[in-house]
């Protein structure tokens, strides 16, 4: 049974702006130190930090919270497996709702363009 469904699109060229005015600063605050790697050894990372974000925003609106409703962005990291698929590893409080809520599968997808980065998370109960 689906539980929840988020959606997020993110500006790619904005989300650049941001990271060239805060730096360190704004990634160590949203991103875990393996996406910062996997992000930095790109060309565009912009696109690839963009595409993190939007699938942690996602995360949070199929859960049906968002932002400063105890689960910090760092608690939701998105990793690859060995073929390159997408996985979100919670941990910390966005663990606890998954617990707490009882959802058995979380799905995740990524999408990307020189403009856009875009994710969706499919969250389904037990």
Known sequence: MIYG???????????????AKWGDKFLQRVFCDSEIKYCGKHTQ????????????ESFLKALGIGLGMGVKFKEIEVVNDKNGKPDLLLRGEAKKQIEK??????????????????????????
């Open 5 to 19: 469904v988020g959606i997020d699109l993110v500006e790619n060229d904005r989300l650049a702006k941001i990271i």
């Open 101 to 126: 809520k009882r959802i058995a599968e979380v799905h995740l997808s990524l999408t990307h363009t020189k403009n856009y980065a875009s994710a969706i998370v499919l969250l389904e109960k037990k």
């Open 45 to 56: 990372s912009s696109i690839n930090y963009g595409a993190r974000f939007a699938a942690k």
